[in-house]
């Protein structure tokens, strides 16, 4: 009923020459092709190539595909990480990158060089979950002979296949929805050249950045329920941010699924659903949002994403601190942003949460929906 774990770092061999297939597992492993096929299958290409975590993934890809004098352009607001890639690593190796907001498609044409091997972006955009149109982007790298990775981490391919929409390459890091119980670090890379696919295996095993054995088979427990989980995840995350929309405390709201979204348009045509991250902006400044944040009880202070558990994170103190003060303005990441990663919880206890930290912020209740009213939109909005 389950796959094996085949936590074993070699394999023997009957004879010499012989059963040679299998031999060590930092090359492959049975239990790391499982999960290989499992999520080639949800992207829609052959196996993937799975990796220890999501910047072993993309550390390996860049790493493949890239040599010195290569250019690469990315989203502006991406994953700290990937960023910290190109600034402090690749650059010392002679390897170009430009930042640009990539939901203005024309901006990523303008970014393109003679030099330029690569457009990679990440959609929807973390913290204010904007939203970049890859069926747009595709037509652009494709008229420049440029490849086009999404690093697809907030959706996972059950809500959007980048693939589909024209991406040559899809990235994952399975640490968050995927594996979805804060169990395990991974990451994968899905694509439908065969070429490129045996490039990523040949430099994995060279930097030895393959997935564990006993992390790929906890996650294979994981995935099993990804779908069931991100349903309810949309779910709670709509009841949310209906409810955050209409507290006078709140300033906005972040979620492509609300009606008030400038890009929902986009988000029906290149999503499956909105998805279980939103983020909202308190009118309060930067000490109530921290003493609400503080008063959380059922929610958990976290930097991570994707899981069973809801978390909430201060970007413009955690996330996004190291962003140039003026940049951070101007992508909306003030004082009063807080980012939820919805999790599985009953929506009313979210909401009660919520509603008892603003209280205990000091954010007026008067300007909160009363309790008995809360749970019964819910009600309405959910079950
Ligand atoms: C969008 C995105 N991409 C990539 C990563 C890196 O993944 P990992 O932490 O598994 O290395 C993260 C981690 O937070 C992420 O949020």
Not at 111 to 138: H, Q, S, W, Y
Not at 245 to 274: F, H, I, M, T, W
Request: glycine fraction near 6%; include cysteine; proline fraction near 5%.
């Amino acid at each position: 009923m389950i796959f094996p774990l085949y936590q074993t770092s070699m394999f023997v061999h009957q004879a010499v020459g012989l059963d040679t297939a299998i031999s060590y597992s930092r090359v492959s492993n049975p239990t790391v092709d499982m999960l290989e096929k499992v999520i080639g299958e949800l992207e829609g290409t052959p196996p993937a190539v799975c990796f220890r975590s999501g910047m072993a993934a993309t550390t390996t890809l860049f790493l493949a595909l890239l040599k010195a004098g290569d250019h690469v352009v990315l989203t502006e607001v991406i994953y700290g990480g990937t960023m910290r890639l190109f600034r402090e690593v690749l650059d010392h190796f002679g390897v170009t990158s430009t930042f640009v907001d990539t939901c203005e498609a024309a901006n990523v044409e303008s970014a393109i060089t003679a030099a330029t091997r690569i457009v990679f972006i990440e959609t929807p955009g973390n913290p204010t979950l904007k939203l970049t149109d890859i069926a747009a982007v595709a037509r652009i790298t494709k008229q420049h002979g440029v490849l086009l990775a999404v690093d697809n981490t907030f959706l996972t391919p059950i809500l959007q296949k980048p693939l589909e929409l024209g991406a040559d390459i899809s990235v994952l890091s399975t640490t968050k929805y995927i594996d979805g119980h804060n169990a395990t670090v991974g990451g994968s890379i899905a694509t439908r050249d065969e070429a490129m696919l045996e490039r990523l295996r040949l430099i994995r095993k060279t930097l030895g950045t393959i997935q564990a054995p006993f992390e790929a088979w906890l996650t294979l427990q994981g995935v099993k329920t990804l779908p069931a989980r991100l349903k309810i995840q949309c779910e709670n995350a709509m009841a949310l941010a209906s409810w955050l929309e209409r507290n006078p405390a709140v300033e906005r709201v972040y979620y492509p699924g609300l009606d008030s979204c400038p890009q929902k348009a986009l988000a029906d045509r290149q999503q499956r659903a909105p998805g279980g991250m939103l983020a909202f902006e308190l009118k309060a400044g930067l000490e109530p949002t921290i003493r609400m944040l503080n008063a959380l009880k059922l929610c958990v202070r976290a930097e991570s994403l994707g899981g069973l558990e809801t978390l909430m994170t201060h970007p413009s103190t955690t996330t996004h601190a190291d962003l140039d003060p003026e940049l951070r303005r101007r992508l909306g990441i003030r004082d009063g942003l807080v980012r939820i990663s919805v999790g599985l919880e009953a929506p009313e206890d979210i909401l009660a949460d919520l509603e008892q930290a603003f209280a205990a912020a000091g954010i007026s209740a008067a300007q909160t929906t009363p309790k008995s009213n809360a749970s019964s939109e819910v009600s309405r909005e959910v079950r």
